[in-house]
């Protein structure tokens, strides 16, 4: 008798579905989506693109004035006939007047270059470095500096490149320095500012208590010193668009990169500082979180209870069966209604689907072993016409020696074929009758027909289909053995690897006229070849057999090579079982 359930119970899936649909979802999606997400993204967007606008035009100011400093150091190192005196001077006193003049227009050029704090040319073979400051810099500073720069400067003029083709970072005491250098005639051409110096003007806007405006690496390492703790703080995501960072997410960045050298200006912005004008919204958003935190456990406990654990296990099973373990079953535990119904309807099919599996599979083992034998034996026929008719043809020239000769190697090949009815044959005893059919062909006809066979020794037991490679030959030989011209036949095995699926790549060419053109589309279509000789069978015997082998695991390609020939390609599944 069929199970029945009332029309109505307190243990029905769906009741609990819409019971849970109103207590959790409603409640938790109006007050999440429309008050939270809607009002704090949109205060966060503003507040982001407000500060990222005034972030990126500071940034292109920094970049510009960099910029144009660099265009005077190049200017200078290209046009300047003084600092090329420098480098190259013909006495002492055309040395000193060429620096006095240089001092001069680096003097003059700190004029319009505001925001360098120096330029300076160094020679290296004299250890002379001109450093021309602002007059806002100490004494002090310049000496640290001039003393750096001189090490600094030493060390490039014994590498083989400068650094970079851009501004750098170079650190010098506890203060980090904005550095551009260029080699021109034996000494070099530069700049250089203080990462302050830049940093000067962001410090009038107002981030926060806890925000601050900060000049990081391309590592994401303040440039600058700061007292504001960046334990927390990620500056490594890059500025494309705002996020979220610091202990607990409280803190917004948002930043330029620099075109003009490996730096970013940053700007972080505390959550405090960002919703100051929204006392309310805050008070609304601590309350939605608390009960989100509240509501969402119950929630998920309540669904894996009702519908995860049932559904899970009924998963779980499908699984095992889809590796081929049927006789796995879903056991009775309590649960809903609607998942006792699904278990015993499943529990039941699956039953009935392993007993009809056991018998299909047991009538096409059956129906695939007698095609296979059916297949093999076709070759044997074809090939015994074939072998009287190369007797009859010897016994015609009273050639008693070769009929011997030929008459053991066809006692070895038809050995082999009567127990060709095996499945597979191990390599070496393929190659064995490849060389006796081959010995028969040259036998048949002298000085046209040769071959080589090429293989790595690993592969000497590898199982392969028996008459695989005799087949192709075979083809070959009958359709391109001409007395003008001898045909030259190769077989090369290798081992493969696409991906994680290692193959045996089985190569067989000629040296003859190749296939014709109508014969190649009927391969490849999977026909029968036909022709005014009569029915081929051998390369669609042998598609068939791979088929039923190997399944779609093997394949099997004909085509013609250059400058002629014919080509055969077999690829059989390896592993280590072969």
């Avoid at 107002?206 to 703790?229: A, C, E, Q």
């Avoid at 979220?244 to 960045?253: A, E, S």
Wanted: glycine share 4%.
């Amino acid at each position: 008798m069929g199970m029945r359930f009332p029309h109505f119970s307190f243990n029905s899936i769906r009741l609990k579905l819409v019971v849970g649909l109103f207590v959790v979802t409603l409640p938790l999606i109006t007050l999440l989506i429309y008050n939270n997400r809607y009002s704090i993204d949109v205060v966060r967007n503003q507040v982001a693109i407000s500060n990222k606008n005034l972030i990126s035009l500071y940034m292109n100011q920094i970049d510009d004035r960099l910029e144009l400093a660099e265009k005077n150091i190049l200017g200078l190192a290209t046009a300047n006939s003084d600092i090329q005196s420098m480098g190259t001077p013909n006495s002492e006193d055309e040395y000193q007047i060429a620096k006095y003049n240089t001092s001069v227009n680096l003097s003059n050029s700190m004029f319009l270059y505001k925001s360098i704090d120096a330029f300076f040319v160094y020679v290296p073979n004299r250890q002379d470095l001109l450093n021309i400051s602002q007059s806002s810099v100490s004494f002090p500073e310049r000496i640290e500096v001039e003393q750096h720069l001189v090490k600094h400067l030493n060390q490039l003029s014994n590498s083989s490149q400068l650094p970079s083709n851009s501004w750098y970072m170079q650190n010098v005491g506890d203060q980090s320095y904005l550095l551009r250098v260029t080699e021109a005639d034996n000494l070099f051409i530069g700049a250089w500012v203080n990462a302050n110096t830049l940093l000067g003007p962001l410090s009038l806007i107002d981030f926060g208590k806890n925000g601050s405006g900060l000049l990081i690496s391309s590592l994401g390492k303040p440039i600058v010193r700061t007292d504001l703790n960046l334990e927390h703080v990620d500056l490594t995501r890059g500025f494309q668009h705002y996020y979220l960072t610091g202990d607990r997410n409280n803190l917004m960045v948002v930043g330029q990169s620099s075109s003009e050298g490996d730096f970013s200006l940053a700007a972080i912005i505390p959550n405090d500082q960002i919703l100051q004008n929204l006392p309310m919204l805050s008070w609304l958003i601590g309350w939605i979180s608390f009960s989100a935190i509240a509501l969402v456990p119950i929630s998920l406990y309540f669904l894996h209870r009702t519908l995860l654990v049932p559904l899970n296990r009924l998963i779980a099973v499908m699984n095992k069966i889809n590796k081929g373990l049927l006789h796995v079953r879903v056991e009775d535990y309590k649960t809903s209604d609607e998942f006792i119904m699904v278990y015993h309807t499943f529990n039941k099919m699956i039953k009935q689907i392993e007993q009809l599996k056991i018998d299909v599979y047991e009538e096409q083992l059956s129906k695939q072993r007698i095609e296979l034998q059916h297949l093999q034996l076709q070759i044997n026929p074809h090939f015994f016409m074939n072998s009287l008719n190369i007797l009859y043809n010897l016994a015609q020239v009273k050639n008693f020696t070769l009929i011997q000769d030929m008459t053991l190697c066809l006692v070895r090949y038809f050995r082999f074929m009567f127990r060709s009815n095996l499945s597979f044959v191990t390599l070496t005893e393929e190659l064995e009758h490849v060389r006796n059919y081959v010995r028969i062909q040259e036998l048949r006809f002298p000085e046209q027909v040769t071959c080589t066979i090429e293989y790595p020794e690993t592969l000497e037991h590898l199982n392969i289909p028996p008459l695989l490679i005799q087949t192709f030959l075979e083809n070959s030989i009958k359709h391109s053995v001409t007395l003008e011209e001898p045909l030259h036949l190769s077989v090369i095995l290798e081992l493969r690897e696409t991906g994680l699926n290692p193959f045996i790549e089985i190569i067989i060419r000629d040296t003859g006229r190749g296939f014709p053109e109508d014969v190649l589309t009927q391969i490849r279509s999977g026909n029968r070849i036909v022709d005014e000789k009569g029915e081929h069978i051998g390369i669609w015997n042998v598609k068939k057999r791979l088929l039923l082998l190997y399944g779609q695991d093997a394949s099997l390609s004909c085509y013609n090579g250059f400058p002629q020939g014919a080509v055969v390609v077999a690829r059989l599944p390896y592993s280590e079982e072969n």
